[in-house]
């Protein structure tokens, strides 16, 4: 084990190698000798350790010696956590680590504590503003100077604003003068802004020989416009009422019957019997067409020709009209052999075998031809009704023809249905556009835009060129001009931007219990807020005063606040007992759009006569409100909400705040 060495060590004799680990302190010496008296004189310089050596017996140069002196490397030491086991130590490296750390020193005073501790009376403001010194006395003036030669005289007189101006070649020969406009060669040159400037007659010559582009009324005959220049390369000059039927239009209308006199080619399908008047007509030819009901009913009531049968009393029929004109009516009983009378005889059930001589007028049946059913021929009046009828196949019709609409389906033959329903209407219409704008039909087309040499993209402060037709035809980023605004962003017309990145919105004398909400916009980009707070520009009377702020965003149109849970973005409370600003750490970024700061007065005491609502951001000023100054007689109207605790999360009455009324919020650049 190595040595401790703990106190003085004194060594005698020989010096020889050691290495011990000394905690203390280690003298190698001789014993003290007797104190001399007296003072001596100089000794002689006494001999180099390397002589001595060289006395002693060393042989080699002084650099040998030097290296001679370098001993064996020792072992190395014991750590410091290696020590502290040795002394006792029970634990892991870690735990000793961790027990070389000692108990957490109570915080301790601030300087402005430690001066009240110390007698101070005051506010931090005041002992902040005791620590400044009084100035220094003035130094000494330095010696004056020597005086400079004499220069040229400047002629005498002058007024304010005049500069001098040589009067000659001479050397010095100078005289005070006015600028003016012809000074710099704008002599006929008018003193007014640029947007002030008249048209200049010229311009208004110019002016007078051109066309507005709204509504242009051109005089004389416009030349130099053609009709492809609007698109209608292919349209022919001609009146509605003298236009040609086109190739397209007369190959569909060759496809159309006539509307008066149609001739219909092939067969045609979809009219019915009933559209020509025919309903209770049944499709079955002459020949093949069974007897009707009345006609059946009339022939019951007939007899037939052959072997007729007839019931009842036959009268109007006499032997004459049976060819028996010379037949006596009498019975067979009574005949006698030569001649039998047969007058005013019945005859019952009369059998008549081969009758001869009796025609069809003696039946009634003058008119009827002696004819089949089957053989009938048609009848003059039902050749007039027919007559007046279509065939069923390949019918021509007269006059005008009329369907009912949706009654007429013509079957789609070799596509000519499919070919016919993508046709155009009759009419004038435009089959394709062309140019800067093409697209094709028929029926419903999508345009398509020409491109230009315009890269597609986002441009900062961009260059740009227009053609004649309102295209883009170049763009390049630019360099944003010498505008103060940050970003290059520049508000809308009359908005008032915020110079720095302090946003400070003036209150008159608040209002317990009055909720005051002001509007300020955010943009183009987006912006990193730190705090919100309560500037009280003067002290507090009888006590502190709290007050609750916050932040809304807008509720999208615009002109109020979004009062819901998700659109009050920050909600804290600060307290005020004296002058200065009362912050609300945040940590947010707002985006670009409409924000509602928000400060509440919640407890009824007097408060200060004024007060601000502070919004702090991080980097380049970004808000500005739509207000041209900062005089509260001008600025836009704050929002506020009487009878409030708290700030709400729900619909909330508003009213817009009338000028001269406290509280009123304003922006003010700070």
């Not at 007269?398 to 007429?408: E, K, R, S, Y």
């Amino acid at each position: 084990m190595t040595d401790i060495i703990t106190g003085p060590l004194i060594l005698t004799g020989e010096p020889e190698y050691l290495s011990p680990i000394g905690v203390g302190a280690a003298v190698i010496a001789g014993p003290p000798g007797p104190a001399g008296s007296g003072e001596g004189g100089s000794g002689v310089d006494g001999q180099s350790a390397y002589e001595l050596a060289v006395e002693s017996g060393f042989t080699g140069t002084q650099s040998e010696w030097l290296l001679s002196l370098k001993g064996e490397t020792g072992n190395n030491g014991l750590s410091a956590y290696q020590i502290a086991v040795y002394n006792g130590f029970v634990g892991s490296e870690a735990a000793w680590v961790a027990s070389l750390e000692g108990a957490q020193g109570d915080p301790g005073a601030t300087a402005y504590e430690i001066a009240v501790a110390q007698g101070l009376v005051g506010s931090i403001d005041a002992w902040l503003a005791s620590l400044v010194g009084e100035p220094g006395p003035a130094g000494d003036p330095g010696p004056q100077g020597d005086d400079g030669p004499a220069g040229p005289g400047v002629a005498t007189g002058g007024t304010t604003n005049q500069y001098l101006k040589k009067a000659s070649n001479t050397n010095f020969d100078t005289a005070w003068d006015s600028l003016d406009k012809n000074d710099v060669g704008l002599s006929n040159v008018d003193n007014t802004s640029d947007a002030s400037k008249p048209v200049s007659t010229a311009t208004q010559t110019a002016l007078d020989l051109k066309a507005p582009l709204a509504s242009p009324a051109f005089t004389g005959t416009p030349t130099g416009i053609t009709k492809s220049h609007v698109g209608l390369g292919n349209v022919d000059n001609t009146a509605d009422s003298a236009k040609p039927v086109s190739t397209a239009q007369q190959a569909a209308l060759d496809l159309k019957a006539n509307l008066a006199s149609p001739t219909f080619t092939g067969t045609v399908s979809g009219i019915t019997k009933s559209m020509v008047g025919l309903a209770n007509a049944d499709n079955t030819s002459d020949a093949n067409k069974p007897i009707s009901t009345a006609t059946q009913s009339a022939l019951d009531a007939k007899a037939p020709i052959a072997s007729p049968t007839f019931t009842g009393t036959v009268s109007g029929v006499t032997k004459t009209h049976v060819g028996l004109g010379n037949v006596d009516n009498t019975s067979d009983a009574t005949k006698n052999a030569a001649v039998a009378t047969l007058t005013n005889k019945t005859l019952t059930s009369p059998v008549i075998n081969s009758p001869t001589g009796i025609v069809k007028a003696d039946v009634g049946l003058a008119n009827v031809d002696n004819t089949s059913d089957a053989n009938k021929p048609v009848s003059t009046a039902q050749q007039t009704a027919l007559n007046l009828k279509a065939n069923a196949a390949n019918p021509t019709f007269t006059g005008t023809v009329t369907i009912p609409d949706g009654a007429l389906a013509i079957a789609d033959t070799n596509g000519l249905q499919t070919a016919l329903d993508a046709k155009q209407a009759t009419g004038n219409y435009v089959t394709a556009l062309t140019g800067d704008v093409t697209a094709s039909g028929p029926g419903s087309a999508t345009a398509t835009l020409a491109s230009t040499a315009v890269t597609p993209g986002s441009y900062t402060s961009a260059n740009i060129t227009v053609d004649a037709k309102g295209r883009l035809t170049a763009a390049s980023n630019g360099s944003g001009g010498g505008s103060a605004t940050p970003n290059g962003f520049t508000p809308p017309s009359g908005a008032w931007l915020s110079p720095s990145n302090v946003l400070s919105v003036s209150a008159g004398t608040p209002v317990s219990g009055v909720l005051t909400l002001l509007p300020f916009d955010v943009g183009p980009n987006s912006l990193a807020i730190q705090s919100i707070g309560v500037n009280c520009t003067t002290a507090q009377v009888a006590g502190t005063v709290t007050y609750t702020l916050g932040l809304y965003t807008d509720d999208g149109t615009g002109g109020y606040p979004d009062f819901s849970v998700s659109g009050r973005l920050e909600n804290g409370t600060v307290t005020a007992a004296a002058t200065g600003n009362r912050t609300l750490t945040v940590s947010r970024t707002l985006t670009p759009g409409r924000y509602w700061g928000a400060f509440l007065l919640v407890q009824s005491v007097a408060p200060s006569t004024a007060a601000q609502f502070n919004c702090i951001a991080n980097g380049a000023p970004m808000l500005w409100t739509a207000n041209s100054s900062n005089n509260l007689g001008n600025i836009s109207r704050a929002l506020i909400v009487t009878g409030q605790t708290a700030l709400p999360t729900t619909a909330t009455t508003l009213t817009h705040q009338t000028a001269g009324t406290s509280p009123f919020i304003g922006l003010r650049a700070t």
